[in-house]
C-alpha cells in the first residue's frame, strides 16, 4: 500500500493574492494525488499593540468570525477549482511564518502568495515567502506572476548539489505537467561551454523520464537576470536554496531571493 503524501498545505490571509494561491495549490495537490490543507493563521492584534486598549470580548468574537470567514472563503475557492480534491481548512493562533513554519513540518509543498494584506506598498514581496522558503523543510512554492502560460518549467542550476536537487525535483514537476523543461546555466563567460556534469546529470534523469522534453542552456548572463528572463515563458521557475557561493550561515542565496522578488511566474525553491 501506498503511503499518502503530505498534504500541499497552502497559508491565507485573506488577500484576492492568497486566493490565487489557493488555486494553484489545488491544482498542484490533484497533481500529486496529494490532500489540500488550507491554513489561516488569526494573530491577536495585542500582539502587536500591547499597549493599546484592551479588546472588549466582542471585539475578539468579530475577529475570529472574520478569520472564519477568510478560511471558508479559501475553502469555497479550492472546491470550486478541484471539486474532488480532498481539503482540509484549519484555522491557528500566533504569529504567520512560526506556524506555517510548524505547518511545513508535515507537509509535501508549502504554498504561499507573494505578497499578501500587510505587504507594504514597496515590498515586492512578502516576508512570509522569502522566510519559508529560507526555512521550511520541504519544498516551498512562493505564487506570482500570471499563472497558466506556456506547459513549460524552468529550473537554474550552477552545478551545486542544491541546484542538482532542485533539476531532480523539476523533472518529477514537469513529468506530473506534461510540460516541457528547460535547465539554464548562467555563466559569466560567454565563451563557456555546457558543464559535463550538469550534461550527464540531465541525462541520467532523462533516462527516469523518457517522455519529459529537456533542454540546457548556456546563457551568458548574471544568473538572477537569465532566470527572470527565462520565467516570463515559464509556468514555474525552480531554484535551489542554496547554490555553489556564498557564507556557510547563509539559509537562502541571492539568486534564490532575486528570483523571489522579480520572477514573472510563481517560484518553487527546493533545499
Ligand atoms: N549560475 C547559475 N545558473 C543558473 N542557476 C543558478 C546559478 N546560480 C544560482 N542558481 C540557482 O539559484 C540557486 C541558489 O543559488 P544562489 O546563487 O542564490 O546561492 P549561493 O550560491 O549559495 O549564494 P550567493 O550566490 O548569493 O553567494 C541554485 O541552487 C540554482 O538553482
Ligand atoms: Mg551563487
Known sequence: MHDQPGPVTVGVDG???SLTAVEWAADEARLRHAP????HVFTLPMLYAPLGP???GS???S????SDQI???AERRAQSRAPELPVETTVLDGAPIPVLLQQAAHASLMVVASRGIGAVGRLLVGSTGVELAARAPCPVVVVRGR???AQRIVVGVDGSDPSLTALAYAFDEAALRGAEL???HAVEDATATADPALTEAIERHGRRFPDVPVDLVTVPAHPAEALINASAAADLLIVGSRGRGGFRGLLLGSVSQAVLHHADCPVAVRR
Do not use: G
Not at 36 to 39: A, S, T
Not at 63 to 66: A, D, H, N, P, S
Open 15 to 17: 488577500s484576492d493574492e
Open 71 to 73: 478560511a471558508r472563503t
Open 147 to 149: 499563472p497558466h502560460k
Open 36 to 39: 489540500l490543507r488550507i491554513v
Open 59 to 61: 471585539e475578539l468574537d
Open 182 to 184: 528547460t535547465a539554464v
Open 54 to 56: 484592551p479588546l472588549l
Open 63 to 66: 475577529l475570529r468570525e472574520t
